[in-house]
């Protein structure tokens, strides 16, 4: 029973958690896909940030849709196509070739046999056996190397080792890569673009792209050589942009599927206002393996299901070679217009596209809200909708015995009798397949070609399409292999309580962090169990985060495994483990010491400087300023001056590639954590980084420049106090002033690039977002902030300075940050991984935590726990005061963690923010607007406390202005 049957002509469905529209009913369909198109123009997103995959038709949407199918359209235009004819000739001549090898040497071998059991048909010929898909697929490679790539190849005797065969293979075995593909997509779809996470291998497609892109080289070079394949089309589409200029039309004189449908040709002229595109070679390789991957399988496919249902139906043959017989369809300058006159060849072959449509739906999403007359209802906007191909094909009401093979419903005298807009296996309106007059040349030419010279027939080994047979041919995937990933997935769902730990009940690949699609990570800490399906035990009882983080550190050395499967990453302190973490902590810890923390901060005074001249504009103007742009501009100028020291004006260059960069590496940080926690194993199998590709390769090659130059400028008698230099030097000292030194105690070049690089990352966005909420909280309470301005006021000197030896010392001012990094700790959670099973001695749990479980240290909830910091939702700066700190509780305080795994770069960001706060606060004054917003509202998509919005008001203070 199809869905039709089951649900009715409409019925919904989920993808993940998206709500899904599915359809069938004719009418519905026509709108959509003609009458309504321009409500319908774009696929579902499939967008991957791969441009190849990015820019192939399938995936442009809107205008840029638009103006790549004008371009793309002409190439398959009935000139064009009869140029490409001779080339699929040649092809099914080839295959010829290798059937008549088969068939002689079948006679050979039944002629020199006496035995009476050699195969032969009822006329006494020989008969040989082949597999029709793979025999299909030879022929369908081939053609796709002749009229894409202009290679031809040898698909019949040369498998094993042609590249183009194994790598077609590869292209469409299933994967677990293509299965990940689906599971992301329909649960967190956003992060396909963001990891530029491919269905397909990347070896597979850069072997093709770099096929396409050495013909398109080599062309260019040779120009005097003439070509007729689809690739030379689109070179020449590109040379003559002003053949895309011209509408797209779609022609309907040589397929029978515009006579089964009554639309409009006027809906199929594609029209925009967007200047007009230039094709890339990006452009030419991406529709060109589009080509392939639509063009091998489905035609492949079709052809095997054709000849296998001819064999079955000998009376149908018959009929099939007398109407070929009769035409002159071979050897003729015009053989390709004579394929449109064999009416029975196309009611076959649309006969077979109906009982086995390679493409089971039809995918699109609403540009605006759309509803549907007839039942009332409203599609809104982005709501994906689903056109039921394959319910409408096989439905009695539309086609008697639908499960029966009968050509007879799609010759001529029979087509006024079928329902428009039942039909689709190409899809209909301006959005159907562009390939298809190219995909059934290719199929009439090679059943003409077969049908003249061989017969096809059952034999002993001819089975029915049974269940296991479909799925062996059907380029649809079989979605009910997800089954075997079940059991997988949930296996350790019954971990804690079988140790009496006791959690909230996960989901499926899921886990607990299912939650952070509805909340913020630092709201649910505290209940997390289980990411995806691995066992994750919290751990907030003070004595036993002492015992983790320092008494028994030797046990608890690393974190848990981040997956990052970056080289760079995995070099850094935040990626090495065991004895490789604790050669390179010791290195660096000394470029954090009190005076090498103050030669760096001399290097960010123009920072403050900068952040002074913003606010003198903002006071002046009496006007609100946007706190988080604010400080994210200083920390990003801070840490271009103090780490590698470059000056940046980020304030008044608001598209600085390096903020633009630093600000991409934090907004997908989300689904970052979902998708490795989901998938982790297979993302570093494919590896796949946690870093957006473009980000990384920004920062990475900016590091390595600075690097180069340190190490050329040997002459330079300037001495350079940033980081990047300490860590350079570090490898100096080794060399020079230890005797007992050795390769071991240096850090490599990759160690200076991964800790440099973590610098970067690490310190913007968490100290901006610090000091964004410290100022806010000053604003909502103005006398904190009367009180530290007394403080600051009191240590400045004559002329109203104050040095960092001082500002560092400040108590109140020290306590205000530390009231804000409790509220608003930038970490809110970290993690620790034993190294041999560890029993819980205290707080009498009895719990042994087995090697390699994950310990979650939940730094949020114990900030905000009311028996460790009563009212924890004020902001009460007194609670870090000198006569109150004995108060806190040892182990409940951890905004940069504790023991010798604690934050390295703390001192440095402490310094940072007290520097920018005391010199800002001693002439301005922040003050609470009808534009504040209290309380604060969060982006749910960061994994950072970031709220949306953090405007305040700035004056001058009464002093300074007098």
């Not at 071998?109 to 006494?124: I, L």
């Not at 105690?745 to 610090?770: N, Q």
């Not at 009311?866 to 109150?884: A, S, T, V």
Request: overall charge neutral.
């Amino acid at each position: 029973m199809d869905n039709h049957q089951k649900y009715g002509k409409i019925y919904g469905l989920f993808v993940g958690s998206k709500p899904v529209l599915c359809m069938s009913d004719p009418d519905v369909i026509k709108n959509i896909l003609i009458k309504d198109f321009h409500c319908f123009v774009d696929h579902f997103d499939f967008t991957s940030g791969d441009p190849i995959n990015d820019r192939s038709l399938f995936i442009l949407k809107g205008d840029d849709w638009r103006q790549m199918r004008a371009i793309i359209s002409p190439t398959f235009s009935s000139g064009k196509m009869r140029a490409m004819h001779p080339l699929i000739i040649d092809c099914v001549n080839r295959l010829e070739t290798y059937l008549d090898t088969k068939l002689d040497n079948s006679y050979s071998s039944s002629s020199s046999s006496s035995s009476s059991s050699s195969s032969s048909s009822s006329t006494g010929k020989p008969v040989v056996e082949v597999e029709l898909k793979k025999l299909m697929s030879n022929l369908t490679m081939d053609v796709i190397a002749s009229c894409v790539f202009s290679t031809r190849i040898d698909t019949y005797s040369d498998q094993k080792g042609n590249n183009f065969m194994i790598n077609a293979e590869y292209f469409f075995k299933p994967s677990p890569r293509f299965l990940l593909s689906i599971i992301i997509n329909a649960t967190v779809p956003k992060s396909i673009k963001w990891i530029r996470f491919s269905s397909f291998s990347k070896s597979v497609t850069n072997f093709f792209s770099d096929a396409i892109q050495t013909i398109i080289s080599q062309r260019n070079s040779n120009k005097n050589v003439k070509y007729r394949d689809y690739l030379q089309l689109m070179i020449d589409a590109k040379h003559r942009p002003e053949d895309t200029t011209k509408s797209d039309k779609v022609e309907q004189n040589d397929s029978i599927f515009d006579t089964t449908q009554s639309s409009d040709p006027s809906s199929h002229v594609l029209s925009t206002n967007k200047p007009k595109m230039t094709i890339t070679d990006t452009d030419i390789v991406s529709t060109s393996i589009l080509f392939f991957a639509a063009g091998y399988e489905t035609t492949a496919t079709i052809l095997s299901f054709l000849l296998y249902l001819l064999a079955l139906n000998e009376n149908c043959q018959q009929k099939l070679y007398e109407e070929v017989n009769g035409q002159t369809v071979k050897n003729e300058t015009n053989s390709y217009d004579n394929l449109t006159k064999l009416s029975y060849l196309e009611a076959c072959i649309a006969e077979t596209l109906r009982l086995y449509t390679p493409v089971s739906l039809l995918g699109r999403t609403a540009s605006e809200d759309y509803t549907i007359e007839s039942i009332g209802i409203t599609i809104p906007k982005g709501m994906q909708i689903n056109l039921d191909v394959v319910s409408n094909h096989h439905n009695p009401d539309y086609y008697p015995e639908p499960d029966r093979w009968n050509p007879e419903r799609f010759m001529p005298y029979n087509r006024d009798k079928l329902v428009p807009y039942t039909y689709m296996p190409f899809g209909l309106g301006p959005r159907n397949c562009v390939g298809m007059r190219f995909a059934l040349m290719e199929m009439k030419t090679a059943i003409v070609y077969l049908i003249t010279k061989y017969r096809f027939v059952k034999t002993l080994n001819t089975k029915p399409l049974t269940r296991d047979m479909m799925k062996k041919l059907s380029p649809i995937v079989n979605y009910g292999d997800l089954y075997v990933g079940i059991d997988y997935l949930t296996k350790n769902f019954n971990y804690w309580s079988s140790h009496g730990v006791n959690g909230p009940k996960p989901v499926v690949l899921f886990g607990n962090i299912w939650e952070l699609f509805v909340k913020r990570f630092q709201l649910i800490e505290e209940d997390r169990t289980y990411t995806g399906k691995n066992p994750v035990l919290n751990v907030a009882d003070p004595e036993l985060i002492k015992n983790i983080m320092v008494k028994d550190f030797h046990i608890f050395v690393n974190r848990q495994d981040s997956g990052s499967v970056d080289e760079v990453l995995d070099h850094s302190l935040l990626g090495v483990r065991d004895d490789e973490w604790k050669r390179q902590r010791s290195i660096v810890s000394p470029s954090f010491t009190t005076g090498k923390l103050r030669k760096m901060m001399t290097l960010g005074d123009h920072c403050i400087e900068s952040v002074d001249r913003v606010l003198y504009k903002v006071a002046t103007d009496g006007n609100e300023i946007e706190l988080k742009n604010l400080m994210g501009n200083y920390t990003m100028d801070g840490i271009a001056s103090c780490a590698f020291a470059t000056k940046t004006d980020t304030h008044n260059d608001p598209n600085n590639p390096f903020v633009l960069n630093a600000n991409i590496v934090v907004s997908g940080s989300k689904w970052r954590t979902l998708l490795f926690a989901i998938a982790g194993p297979i993302m570093r199998f494919f590896n796949i980084s946690a870093i957006n590709p473009s980000v990384h390769n920004f920062f990475i090659d900016a590091i390595k420049e600075i690097i180069k130059q340190r190490k050329e400028d040997t002459k330079s008698d300037r001495k350079r106090y940033d980081f990047l230099q300490l860590m350079i030097d570090a490898n100096k000292n080794v060399d020079m002033n230890d005797d007992n030194s050795s390769a071991n105690d240096k850090l490599m070049d990759i160690d200076i690039l991964a800790t440099s690089f973590v610098f970067l990352l690490a310190g913007y966005e968490t100290t901006a977002t610090l000091l964004a909420h410290l100022v806010y909280l000053l604003a909502i309470n103005p006398e904190a902030q009367r009180k530290l301005v007394d403080e600051i006021r009191g240590h400045c000197d004559a002329n109203g300075h104050i040095d960092y030896e001082t500002i560092i010392r400040l108590p109140y001012l020290d306590a205000c940050i530390s009231e804000a990094l409790r509220m608003y700790s930038p970490a809110p959670q970290t993690g620790r991984v034993p190294s041999q099973d560890y029993k819980l001695e205290t707080a009498n749990t009895g719990i042994t935590v087995e090697k390699g479980i994950t310990i979650i240290i939940p730094i949020h909830a114990l900030h905000h726990c009311p028996d460790y910091f009563p009212e924890p939702k004020q902001y009460r700066p007194e609670r870090f005061l000198p006569e109150n700190r004995d108060k806190i509780i040892p182990y409940t305080y951890l905004p940069f963690g504790a023991g010798p795994r604690n934050c390295v770069g703390m001192r440095f960001a402490l310094m940072e923010a007290k520097a920018i706060v005391a010199r800002v606060l001693i002439k301005y004054e922040f003050l609470r607007t009808a534009n504040t917003k209290v309380p604060l509202k969060y982006v749910q998509k960061s994994m950072f406390a970031v709220p949306s919005d953090f405007t305040v008001g700035v004056q001058y203070r009464q002093t300074v202005r007098t």
